[in-house]
């Protein structure tokens, strides 16, 4: 999984994706879900530093099959709130703190 922190003068937003997908696009429909390099291309980190990120953090974007299961199976996000185009699971996390 890559790890990319985005700073802006509204808070930082962590992105978080499968690394098989980046610079990917998914379109459905209206949907388009753009995987570009530039906002999820970050860093490979241990997963123990990611969840560390993650549970620190109030906006959260993640992509992929991996990413979301990591992310279900460590409280961050529930399956509920898991949506899909062209099967790809994402999930995005506003404010939690």
Known sequence: MYIKIHESVKGRIVAVCDEDLVGKRFEEGDLVLDLSERFYKGETKKEEEILRILKNEGNINLVGKNSINFAINNQIIEKEHVKYIKKVPYA?????K
Not at 92 to 96: E, G, K, M, S
């Open 92 to 96: 995005q996390v506003y404010n939690l």
